[in-house]
Nanobody, 119 residues
């Protein structure tokens, strides 16, 4: 079982920045693909950014050039740096850890952290 604890959400004006952190409980963190998802009211949860266990990153088109995901395997943490925030970035942001094995895929989620961007 993996426990994920997010921090860093809050209220910011449009154009501002926030840094989200996710701390994982397991020592085999480096084996997991990590990601940040978000869910706005009335909308489906969507992938914002992901980073594989080898460090390959991918981003939603809507955040490319503004958000950066990184990981520190020694500290079992993944960070989402969000710059040039827009009101449409307002959502609950969730940290995700995914472990893929030949017998299945295992997903773990944090409790979520609210990000609100005012116009």
């Amino acid at each position: 079982q993996v426990q994920l604890v997010e921090s860093g959400g809050g209220l910011v004006q449009a154009g501002g920045s926030l840094r989200l952190s996710c701390a994982a409980s397991r020592s085999i963190f480096s084996s997991y693909d990590m990601g940040w998802f978000r869910q706005a009211p009335g909308k489906q949860r969507e992938l914002v950014a992901g980073i594989s266990n080898t460090g390959t990153t991918n981003y939603a088109d809507s955040v490319k050039g503004r958000f950066t995901i990184s990981r520190d395997n020694a500290k079992s943490t993944v960070v989402l740096q969000m710059n040039s925030l827009k009101p449409e970035d307002t959502a609950v942001y969730y940290c995700n850890a995914r472990l893929t094995r030949s017998w299945g895929t295992f997903n773990y989620w944090g409790q979520g952290t609210q990000v609100t961007v005012s116009s």
